[in-house]
C-alpha cells in the first residue's frame, strides 16, 4: 500500500519528499481540483518521485476533459487523475475512452486514475461500482474513490470497511488498481491496511486535521510508519 500525498504548492511539494507519490492538485477548486500545468511541471523538476495530477471533477464533456488529462501527461504527471461528477454508465464511458486515448497514444507508459465518490448519491453521480467495469473496459488503470463534498466526512461515512473491501476486490479481478481517498484519518489506517488497496491519498490527515492547513513533513512520516 502506497502512500500518495496532495500538497496545493511548489514551497508543500518540498515538504512532500517522503511520500510514496507526491498529487498535484488544487484544492479550492473541488475535491480533485486541477492545478496550474506549471506547477506540475516545476515540481517534477524538484521531486524524484511519481508524481500524480488531478484535472478536474469534470461534468460530461469528453472533449474538455481529454484535452486536461494530455496538457497533464505532457506537463510531466506520471498518474493522471479524474473525477467523474455526473450520473450515466454511457456518457462515463464517452469520458473515460476519451481521457484514456489522450494519455495512452502519446504516453502509453502513464497510469489513468478514474475516481468516483463514496457521497455519489449526494453527488448525483455514478457509483463507484458502476464506474469500475467501465474504467476497466475503457484501458484505464485505477479506479479510485474519493469524497466529493469537502465537509471533513470520510469516505468511511459513505462506504463501511466490508464495502470497500469488495470495491477493491473487484477491481483487482477487472484488472484495476486501487486507489481510496476522502479525509482519512490516522486512526483509519488499521482498517485501510485490512482493505489493502494499491494507493490510499491523504491531505487533511498529514495537515493536522485541516485540509486547507500545511502539509507537515513529521505527519507524513507518522503515516508511512503506521503503513509500513
Known sequence: MQLLVSPSTIEEAKHSVAADI?????????????????????????????????????????????????????????????GLAFEGQEKARDVISAVVRAVKEEFPEKFVVIAAYSDYQRMHSISPFDMAPIAAECGADFAMVD??????????????????????NTNEELGLGTALAGAFRFEDIDALKRINPDIIGVRGMVCGGDRNATVREDLIQAALAMIR
Do not use: H
Not at 155 to 163: L, P
Open 22 to 82: 507526491i498529487d498535484v492538485k488544487k484544492p479550492s477548486e473541488g475535491s480533485l481540483g486541477a492545478n496550474f500545468p506549471w506547477v506540475i511541471r516545476e515540481i517534477k523538476t524538484l521531486v524524484a518521485k511519481p508524481l500524480s495530477a488531478a484535472i478536474g471533477d469534470f461534468d460530461y464533456k469528453p472533449g474538455g476533459a481529454a484535452l486536461a488529462a494530455y496538457g497533464a501527461a505532457c506537463a510531466g504527471a506520471d498518474f493522471i487523475k479524474i
Open 147 to 168: 469524497t466529493g463534498i469537502k465537509d471533513r466526512q470520510s469516505t468511511f461515512a459513505f462506504m463501511d470497511e466490508e464495502t470497500l473491501r469488495t470495491f477493491t
